[in-house]
């Protein structure tokens, strides 16, 4: 069997942009994919809506254990105005920003759109994509005919190939097709994995109570703290669950209570209303209005009654009749609420996978493996994941690029 120039496993949102940006350059790369239909991720992602991209980004809007600079360098290859520019003018997707958000959605509202158009560039760019087509073994060859790699598929279908790039996502709804084989198989090649963890995912509460409180959705400052020490804060929108907790705000911090080092780690909430000192203020000035009253005029009834059973407080107690000792424990409910946690609703639901292929081991510039060459990584299973906003996308699509552009740099140099 002769080798292709070079195979792209994973036609998700990095493996489609590898294999336009591949094809582009002459690479005339095969993408090979799990599911039937590529794109399975793109079509859900956004409630349906696909949040293509943010509006304004920042390093501190991604996270991973490697090098900041090196993360620098990888986005400064493609900055966030050009990849507007081509979703907008060579995809011919029209974008809109979502005001509140800053999020950037097609104005169609369609994650379909993006997908389709995904993948009429990939056919026009002469990329192909094989389908169903799932890798479940790797093996590094040395033929005459230039092959590196021998890909085996769990029916026992071989390609063999000159370069190969694994786009093969995390592990986090594993329904798409992105099952987590990825990581194994960069492992058996060789390379270190910062811990995998879900990350983007609901909580657990460890106190039954909040339950009562599931589908009220507020505006709340998080801080995931470790001692003293604030590790993030962040604030947006917050939503009460069966289970616990999630919306924007939790899913952003959740990555501190996923991970592998999340002993010790606390999450605490400032339910946005009014500022410690104001609310100190009311409950002292408060007079003959009752302790729930005041806080009724801030917070929803119901997590009014909740953070009030949590200081031992009586709702209908007069302002002037709270004693400090029960002032001070409510104070610290409003501004400084301890939200125990029981877990996370892991990979069934998080958004993506934290952890992945450490960028030490990849040459910045091409995003080229250092312990195999030939081998590129780009996407969700390399060591980086950014916050709800469109982040990983971008991150999807820059490395996607940037990997393709390389392959075909290698081959033609070779030619
Ligand atoms: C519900 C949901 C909503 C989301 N919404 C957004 C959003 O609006 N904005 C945003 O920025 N991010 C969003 N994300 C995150 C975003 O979808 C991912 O970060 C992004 O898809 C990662 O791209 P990727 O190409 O690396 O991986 P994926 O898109 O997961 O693609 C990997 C592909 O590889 C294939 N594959 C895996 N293993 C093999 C194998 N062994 N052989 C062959 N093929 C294989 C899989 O089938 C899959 O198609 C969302 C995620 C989820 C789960």
């Known amino acids: 069997m002769s080798a292709e120039n070079c195979v792209i496993v994973g ?9 336009i940006f591949a094809a582009r350059g002459g690479a005339r790369p095969v993408i090979v994919e799990t599911k039937e239909k590529p794109g399975a991720k793109i079509r859900i992602s956004g409630g349906g809506r696909c949040n293509v991209l943010p509006s304004v980004v920042e390093l501190s809007d991604f996270h991973t254990s ?102 093969t ?18 492992r058996e090649l060789g390379h270190t994995l910062a811990p995998l963890h879900a990350a983007l995912v609901p909580l657990y509460s460890a106190d039954p ?7 009220i959705a507020l505006r709340v400052r998080l ?40 002993e010790g780690v606390r999450l605490l909430a400032h339910w946005l209303g009014l500022h410690r000192l104001d609310w100190d203020e009311h409950l002292r000035q408060g007079g003959k209005k009752t302790v729930g ?44 609420c301890d939200l125990v946690l029981a877990g996370d609703d892991g990979y069934r639901t998080a958004e993506v996978t934290g952890g992945g292929v450490v960028l030490e081991e990849l040459v ?3 995003l080229e493996s250092r312990r195999v060459p030939g081998l590129y990584f780009c996407g969700e299973i390399v060591d980086v994941t950014g916050r709800i906003g469109g ?10 690029r940037l990997a393709g552009q390389s392959v075909a740099r290698e081959l033609a140099a070779k030619t």
């Open 66 to 167: 490697g090098s900041s600079h090196a993360l620098r360098n990888l986005f400064a290859t493609w900055p966030l105005e050009r990849v507007t520019e081509f979703f907008e003018r060579e995809l011919g997707i029209a974008l809109y920003v979502e005001e509140e958000t800053g999020k950037v959605f097609p104005k169609s509202d369609d994650a379909g759109e993006v997908l389709d158009a995904l993948l009429a560039a990939t056919h026009a760019a002469g990329a192909r994509i094989e389908s169903p087509w799932q890798l479940e073994r790797l093996e590094r060859v040395a033929h005459d005919d230039g092959a590196r790699f021998r890909l085996i598929a769990v029916d026992g279908r071989e390609l063999f190939a000159r370069t190969l790039v694994l786009a």
């Open 391 to 400: 982040f990983n996308f971008l991150w999807a699509w820059v490395s996607g």
């Open 364 to 366: 910045t510039k091409t």
């Open 293 to 336: 009253g005041i806080l009724r005029e801030e917070l929803p009834r119901r997590v009014v009654a909740w953070l009030l059973a949590r200081a031992e407080v009586d709702a209908e107690r007069k302002a002037s009749e709270l004693s400090r000792e029960r002032r001070l424990a409510l104070l610290r409910e409003l501004v400084d």
């Open 209 to 215: 109570r909040s339950a009562e409180l599931a589908g």
């Open 169 to 186: 996502g995390g592990k986090s709804v594993p329904k798409t097709g992105s099952d987590g084989r990825g990581f194994e198989l960069a």
């Open 11 to 19: 036609a998700g949102a990095a493996g489609l942009m590898a294999g």
């Open 223 to 262: 801080r995931a703290v470790r001692g003293e020490c604030v590790l993030e804060e962040r604030e947006n929108d917050f939503l009460f669950t069966h289970k616990g907790f999630s919306g924007p705000v939790v899913l952003d911090v959740s990555r501190h209570f996923a991970a592998p080092d999340a």
